[in-house]
Every structure is written in C-alpha cells, then in structure tokens.
C-alpha cells in the first residue's frame, strides 16, 4: 500500500466510524454475479449431487434472482437480505450469534414497542429457515422444492458475503459515496469478471452449525467496511481520474462510474472482492452439502424440472444493483 494512501486511510477513519452509523435501498451482487455464483457452486459438489444440479443449473440460476424480484412485491422480503449490525450493536452488542428467538426477545427488551423486530435486517436468520427447508425438501425427495430452495438459499448466503449488507450506510448515502453499493458488488465484479481464478481448490466445508457459520460470515463481512469505503474515497479524491462517464443503453444515456475510476478503485480492494466471490461460491455449495448429509444423504433421480417460460426471460435479466 503506498504511503499517500495510507495517510489518507488515516485522515477519513473518524470520519467512517462516525458516518457509517448513520433505512435502506442495496441489491447484492447483481442479478449478473448471482446467477454465476450459483452456476460456480455447481461443480464444487460431489457426484452423488453434481448431475441433478447440473442437469437442472437453469433453474439453479433463475431461483439465483427471484428472492431480488419479490422485494417489490412483497414488503416482508427486503430485511431477510440484510443486516444491519451497527444498529444492532446500537442497541445492545449481545445480538452478535443469538438465534432469532433470543435476538427478538433481547430486541423488544431494549427497544420501543413502535419499532418491529426486523426492520433492521434478518438475514443471519433467514438463512438457518432456508436451510432447515431445504433439508426437509431433500428428506422428502421433493426435487422441485430442492432446486427452488437451493436456488434461493445461494443467494441469501452470497448477500451475507457483501459488507454493503451489513451496514445502515450501504449505499453510501451517509458517507456522500451515493452508489457505492452497485460499484462494490456489480459493477467491478462485471468488469473484471473474465480475469477471476475460478479455481477453487478447497474442500467442502459440512458446517457442524450452520448459525454460527453464517455469523462468522457476516463479521467478517463487516470488517471490511473501512476497506470498501476509504477505497472509494481515495479514488474520488484522485483529481486525475475521472469518477463518471456516459453510457448508452437502449437509446438513453446513463450515468456510470469510469472504467479508469472502476480500475483504480479495484486495485485499492487489493482484491478483495473477488476473493469474497470465491468464498461466496464455496459456502453456498457447502451449505447445500450439509443439507444433503443432514438429510441422510439421499439419492435423487438424475432428472430435469421444466422451467416456467416466464422465467426463461430471466436467465438475460439486466443486473441491477440500486438497494439493499
């Protein structure tokens, strides 16, 4: 890390710390990453698993999205993506690792009755529901219910690898870094896609206990905001480097970061975002191997499930990447 940066790591850490605890709008990785994250999983898996998921990798990347696509629908869907630790921590620092019956009742001791449960994210959470379904629709040889379950549990456990998911300021609306989330987990990620290691040369992980795992996670996650935000404002602060240019997409002009400011900003994560994708793709394969062996390792048909045509349109959906 050169000096200069360092000096101005130095100069913004009371102004992160301060900012940072400052509701929310932030999708992660994009429907893009998402959908590749699941597809990268596949082939992590052993082979009394491999051949039904890869037959049915489609679904696999459709269900990858869906969990985005009802949050305008469904006004329960936006905290199961998120959580927000800073106000946690706020509130009382014991809710790191509760379950949710011990998070819930500890939040409704310290909190107003006018505030609900939730509101400030859920997704350490939601993830131990998806997986106690998932191991129940494998017990049940429900292969439908299996790959719609897998699809989306891939996805809320990707989100826990994003630190924009674990912030109140996640998009950087309280910093003055609107738009960081999109930069963070789309935009880079596309850009440089093509020069990723998908190499993963790690074994499956069966997690002995899946909520601490999860939570593990999600810390780590978190302490990587100070990375992810003093970055950006390095590069902003670079006047040489301009931080917008013009796309056209479909006739219309859009604003975007620059390809010269993407660049310099990834160096400054020293690769770090790829490294969550990698880890990303490792856990999401792992938990569906621990459902499978909680399940007792049950051997399916090595059959494919019919995708709707409404959600064949989905594989090529633009990514998009505005809000929590």
Not at 144 to 154: A, C, N, P, V, W
Not at 239 to 264: D, E, L
């Amino acid at each position: 890390m050169n000096s200069s940066f360092s000096k101005k790591l130095g100069l913004i850490s009371v102004v992160f710390f301060v900012l940072n605890g400052l509701p929310y709008e932030g999708k992660a990785w994009g429907f893009f990453m998402h959908k590749k994250i699941n597809s990268h999983a596949i082939y992590l898996l052993p082979p009394e698993l491999i051949t039904l998921y890869k037959n049915n990798e489609f679904t696999l990347k459709v269900y990858a999205t869906k969990p985005d696509n009802r949050r305008y629908i469904d006004p329960k869907e936006g905290p199961r993506h998120f959580i927000d630790l800073d106000t946690y921590h706020a509130i009382d620092s014991g809710f790191v690792r509760l379950n949710y019956s011990a998070a819930k009742d500890l939040y409704n001791q310290c909190v107003e009755d006018h505030h609900e449960f939730g509101q400030d994210g859920i997704l350490p959470w939601h993830c131990l529901l998806m997986i106690h379904e998932l191991t129940e629709a494998m017990k049940g040889g429900r292969l439908e219910d299996i790959l719609h379950i897998s699809g989306e549990l891939g996805h809320y456990i990707s989100d826990a690898h994003v630190p924009l998911h674990t912030t109140l300021n996640y998009n950087g609306q309280r910093s003055g870094q609107h738009g960081i989330h999109g930069l963070w987990e789309s935009t880079i990620p596309e850009l440089e896609f093509e020069q990723y290691d998908y190499w993963i040369d790690e074994e499956l992980s069966y997690w002995e206990n899946p909520l601490e795992k999860i939570w593990s996670i999600i810390l780590d996650s978190h302490n990587m905001l100070f990375s992810v935000f003093s970055a950006e404002y390095c590069v902003s602060e670079d006047v040489i480097i301009p931080k917008y240019s013009y796309r056209y997409r479909q006739g219309r002009a859009h604003r975007t970061y620059s390809k010269a400011f993407c660049t310099r900003y990834a160096e400054l994560c020293e690769g770090h975002i790829e490294e969550r994708y990698r880890q990303a793709v490792h856990a999401v394969a792992s938990v569906w191997f621990t459902c499978w062996v909680n399940a007792g390792k049950p051997q399916f048909h090595d059959r494919v499930i019919p995708i709707n045509p409404s959600d064949q349109d989905e594989l090529n959906h633009p990514s998009s990447c505005d809000h929590h």
